[in-house]
């Protein structure tokens, strides 16, 4: 690694604090979903199906949100993008405390998606555009998440006791309130006609970014419909939500070693033999969860699949990021992602619905090879294409 200016390492450093800040506001809600999930059948006396068409509802339009705003990130001022979402996600936010009626929930949440999904669409393109390794740094990221979320899933089981989805809401404000300040240190960056140059030559085919596309979406369905419905299956192997929540918490604190190991790891062997592993032991962790309902099974399967969440999602996103070095691959990875949790909650409720737990665990499996196989087809081509050169940065 080049030595680098002390002034410049700073900036990076702060550029790098902003990214992570707007990463965590854009993805709250999809950490807190099964609490979500659970808050909004509790407090509304709803069916599973229409809970989860109602977080659905807000991933779908983070989701879009994220793919239309992609192609023009590169232009836009980071900072005032990020006050702007933030403004509307606290406004949702607000105003689905006091929501009462299922169609006004489904309005304000999709509000709520839209700035989501701004915040979490700049988060990537910043790190893909301006950091060396982009793996690397979408590692930090996860570890962040898994950090915060060790704290977070303890409360968030106790508001969803006491106050089903006003409580999660109310967190989920709260937080964002905390974490805007720390968007003051993302800066408009322009890139210089030289580096410009180098990403387009870096540019990859339309399909490899539309396979790319697709294997994230369908990984995301599959995993975010076990996730989502994760207080369900605790519930079937006779666990609360409180009980599920330390669980959750659990699986976030040893999912710190999935990331870890992600950040380490990196790219030293390629992505294809990493991503193999995280897809056949995702394979493994559906089965348990849906088929068994032995408490401890279902513990230990969800502890194992916060480790495999969260080793996986820097090389997701890592391939996407190494096909275009502008970010706006980076960008609609994010966007592949939401639209993979959007559907996974309506998804899984649909299915479980019509055919049960088994029936979820076929659909996993189906979408994660699905899913291998694309991301192979795509590295395949990533490792015969020459490669060009991004900005340096002190964190690559």
Not at 24 to 44: K, T
């Amino acid at each position: 690694m080049a030595a680098s200016h002390p002034e410049t390492s700073q900036i990076h450093m702060s550029l790098a604090i902003g990214a992570i800040a707007a990463q965590v506001i854009g993805g709250l809600v999809l950490q807190l979903s099964p609490f979500m999930i659970g808050g909004i059948i509790d407090g509304l006396s709803l069916s599973e199906r229409d809970a989860g068409l109602i977080v659905s509802v807000e991933f779908v339009l983070l989701a879009v949100t994220a793919i239309i705003v992609a192609p023009i990130l590169p232009r836009l001022v980071y900072r005032r993008v990020g006050f702007l979402a933030v403004g509307l996600v606290l406004l949702a936010q607000g105003a689905s405390i006091f929501s009462t009626s299922w169609a006004s929930l489904i309005v304000l949440r999709g509000l709520a998606g839209i700035g989501e999904g701004l915040l979490y669409a700049v988060s990537l393109s910043i790190v893909a555009s301006q950091f060396r390794n982009p793996d690397r740094v979408y590692g930090y990221f996860q570890i962040v998440w898994a950090l915060g979320s060790v704290a977070l899933f303890p409360v968030a089981g106790e508001l969803t006791v006491a106050f089903a989805h006003r409580g999660i809401l109310a967190l989920a404000a709260g937080l964002t309130l905390a974490i805007a300040p720390l968007l003051l240190l993302l800066r408009h960056i322009r890139t210089e006609p030289g580096a410009r140059a180098a990403a387009e030559k870096a540019d990859t085919s339309p399909l490899r970014g539309i396979m790319t596309f697709a294997a994230i979406a369908l990984y995301l369905t599959a995993s975010a419909a076990i996730y989502a419905f994760s207080a369900p299956l605790g519930e079937r192997a006779g666990l609360d939500a409180r009980a599920v929540g330390y669980a959750l918490t659990i699986m976030t604190l040893v999912g710190l070693v999935g990331a870890g190991v992600a950040t380490t790891l990196n790219i030293r062997w390629g992505r294809t033999i990493p991503i193999t592993g995280f897809c056949v032991a995702f394979i493994l962790i559906s089965l348990t969860l849906c088929l068994s309902r032995n408490p401890t099974a279902y513990v230990v399967a969800l502890v194992g699949s916060g480790v495999v969440y969260y080793f996986s999602i820097p090389y997701l996103f890592g391939m996407a990021a190494a096909l275009d070095r502008n970010g706006r691959w980076a960008a609609a990875a994010g966007s592949a992602y939401l639209i993979g949790f959007a559907a996974g909650p309506v998804v899984g409720g649909a299915v479980i619905e019509a055919a049960g737990y088994g029936a979820l665990a076929a659909l996993c499996i189906v979408l994660t090879i699905a899913a291998w196989g694309l991301t192979l087809l795509v590295n395949r081509g990533l490792e015969e294409r020459p490669q060009g050169s991004p900005a340096d940065n002190v964190l690559a």
